[in-house]
């Protein structure tokens, strides 16, 4: 740092360490109703995921409610092991098309884990791979979605540079749901059409659950009173 003519140095030791991000925030509601965020989906978040159930379990909660508002997407096979927790093995979770080369279908990995009913919401911010888990859920009548109409992105991107300052942007691959529907450009329809008044800002954090959350509160309510 220099002050006037005078120069001072400092030699920083600097180490390197790994930060794990977590994508899954979960408690129990006044109501014994289990709530569970994903806020993006990577390789640790089935885990996650798993375990944060168990403790909701540990606390009576018999059903849940899975929030994937704001999600910011993320590892579309990631997704599937998240939504392969709720169903039963070898089904659907997302078909993955690639024009000229084929296609392949994500399915459930491994025997249902997850039985308790089951509501899914999402906003006009959930979009990519939580997309195409509220969209197997859902398909299956394994989970009742509420909330907002979803972002609609239902492509994977590849990124072509040609020259400095140019890239050419492909829409190579298209998601499609366990029935062979696409949804880029139009979202997930939730089953049961909750707006958040003036909407939410983007960055608006996930919130925890609360007796303000509107949809929450109706989610609760229709779990309530499914049997």
């Known amino acids: 740092r220099s002050v006037g003519t005078d120069s001072q140095m400092w030699t920083v030791s600097l180490s390197r360490e790994q930060f794990p991000v977590r994508s899954v925030q979960d408690e129990l509601t006044p109501d014994g109703v289990g709530w569970l965020h994903v806020s993006q989906f990577h390789a640790g978040t089935e885990a996650e995921l798993r375990e944060a159930i168990g403790r909701l379990r540990m606390l009576s909660a018999d059903r849940l409610v ?3 508002r704001h999600s910011q997407g993320g590892d579309l096979r990631a997704a599937a092991g998240v939504a392969g927790l709720f169903l039963p093995k070898s089904a659907v979770v997302v078909r993955v098309v690639e024009p000229g080369v084929g296609e392949e279908d994500l399915v459930a ?3 249902q884990e997850v039985h308790e009913p089951t ?3 999402v906003d006009r911010w959930t979009h990519g791979a939580a997309e195409a888990v509220a969209n197997a859920l859902q398909e299956h009548a ?3 979605v509420i909330g907002e109409r979803t972002m609609g992105s239902g492509r994977l991107e590849t990124l072509i540079p040609l020259r400095p300052g140019l890239t050419l942007r492909l829409d190579s691959v298209r998601l499609e749901s366990p029935t062979g529907r696409s949804w880029h450009g139009v979202g997930v329809e939730p089953d049961q059409s909750v707006l958040v008044e003036g909407g939410v800002p983007l960055d608006a954090p996930s919130g925890a659950a609360g007796p303000d959350d509107q949809q929450l ?3 609760v309510q229709y779990l309530q009173t499914e049997e």
Do not use: C, Q, S
């Open 66 to 68: 899975l929030d994937l």
């Open 119 to 121: 509501v899914v919401l």
């Open 109 to 111: 990995a491994f025997p």
């Open 217 to 219: 509160r109706i989610a």
């Open 142 to 144: 394994r989970a009742y």
